[in-house]
């Protein structure tokens, strides 16, 4: 999903006067078709083709895309590395044991100092990594007893800098703290020296250790705090469903020797003094034009029709998804394939991961929404639920009624264009009834 503070090009916002449901338009790099404003019908089945759909109430729905449970896995597969590089650590310290009956700490302090250098940042750097994606990309939400949408936008911050802070001043406190780590480790090496001497030498670079975290720490502890002060804010635009612009672009992206096809579903609001540019836009990659209708009609649906009339939230990264296909696994694999099944889930610690997501998608990503979207999100009275265009409902049956004759709405042109010739057509026949009575 774009971020929604991105202003998509000319071709991927609300267009001319003349754009309407059904109509075609030819663009640099391929073609649009629009779905909306006036959300109508194309009377394609709704699915959930690319896990769109991230939470559902009665009131409104959340589209938030994203695979979180691969980037959980990923992190945790550093604490799995860590764990493995330790027990080989053991495993060698018990081997010099039984040779030579005195344990040695060498093995120790060059695997846990490794692990420390590497194992460890990464995978907490990776961690964090996740969860900074999740919070800077919140969920498009609608409302369906207001009949509206939120789409979520960056405002822009103002330009800062963290005092004596670049790149190399990043990599310098990274390398001197590291070595301070594998300084910690590096008297129980030494051979022949006297164990007041190694522990001499282990205080002094502990206590350098602990003086490095503490100035380190007090210094990203403040500098991160006025840098969020100075980052963009995250603001709601709340617009008319009915006036949502909406579309499926198809591009050819042409290489040195590869041409790819992408195509997009958008939802975009329109900036008020410039229809040609977006105030607000979110796109999701449907890999095919009927892909992208199916993922529009689970929208269309549940803003239409209510929550019944689109599937629910894919739970392939739920807990208890996850422990039902193992089960099921079980039954189906004989045992040397459910056991490396078992290793692989093990290794990439599978379990904790679903339970890292389910976290992030039911409290994490919520967490950094702002209070005004919450106050709007409450449940209305039933008497105060927003009221469907009447002319939309109007629409929207006449197009059923056409797709069940075998009308195809990819096919069918510009709604007006299609409703003219039904008319014209209608007329003919009334006159040709009156010509033969």
């Known amino acids: 999903m774009t971020k929604a503070n991105e202003s998509p090009s000319p071709t991927q916002t609300s267009p001319e006067p003349d754009w309407e449901v059904g109509a075609r338009r030819t663009t640099k790099d391929g073609r649009l078709l629009a779905l909306s404003p006036e959300p109508a019908t194309t009377g394609e089945r709704a699915v959930d083709v ?29 604490l799995s590395l860590f764990i493995l590089m330790m027990l080989f650590a053991t495993a060698i310290t018990v081997d010099a044991y039984l040779q030579d009956g005195q344990i040695t700490w060498i093995p120790y302090s060059v695997v846990g100092g490794m692990n420390m250098l590497i194992t460890v940042p990464w995978g907490l750097y990776m961690h964090f990594l996740g969860n ?51 300084a910690v480790f590096m008297p129980f090496t030494l051979e022949g020296e006297s164990p007041e001497y190694i522990q001499l030498l282990v205080t002094i ?26 980052d963009p804010k995250l603001v709601y635009e709340i617009y008319p469903w009915e006036k949502l612009v909406a579309y499926i672009e198809t591009k050819q992206n042409i290489g040195p020797s590869l041409m790819a096809t992408h195509t997009v579903l958008t939802l975009a609001i329109p900036k008020p003094d410039d229809p040609e540019s977006a105030l607000a836009a979110a796109s999701i990659n449907v890999g095919h034009e009927t892909a ?34 193992c089960r099921q696994a079980r039954k189906e694999m004989t045992l040397l394939p459910w056991m490396g099944k078992k290793v692989g889930d093990w290794f990439f610690q599978r379990y904790l991961a679903h339970i890292i997501t389910e976290r992030r998608i039911k409290t994490l990503a919520l967490k950094s929404l702002p209070e005004e979207l919450k106050t709007w999100s409450e449940p209305l009275p039933k008497e105060q639920w927003a009221k469907p265009f009447e002319a939309l409902q109007s629409l929207n049956q006449q197009l059923t009624r056409a797709y069940e004759r075998g009308l195809k709405f990819t096919q069918m042109g510009p709604v007006s264009e299609w409703q003219a010739g039904r008319e014209k057509k209608q007329q003919q026949k009334r006159g040709k009834g009156r010509f033969r009575a």
Request: hydrophobic share 45%.
């Open 292 to 325: 992208g209708l199916a993922q529009w009609e689970c929208i269309r649906q549940f803003m239409e029709s209510g929550p019944e009339a689109c599937p629910d939230p894919k739970e392939d990264e739920t807990l208890a998804h996850y422990k039902a296909k």
């Open 132 to 182: 900074k994606a999740v919070k800077e990309t919140p969920p498009v939400r609608l409302n369906r007893q207001r009949r509206e949408v939120a789409m979520p936008r960056w405002a822009e911050g103002k330009e800062f800098k963290l005092p004596f802070w670049n790149d190399s001043a990043a990599g310098i406190a990274y390398i001197t703290y590291i070595g301070t780590i594998a």
């Open 50 to 78: 690319n896990a769109w759909m991230r939470r559902k109430t009665e009131g409104w729905l959340d589209l938030q895309h994203g695979n979180l449970l691969f980037g959980a896995e990923f992190a945790l597969m550093f």
């Open 205 to 230: 670079f502990a206590t350098a250790l602990v003086v490095e975290t503490f100035i380190i720490g007090t210094y990203l502890y403040f500098a991160l705090r006025l840098k969020k002060k100075h």
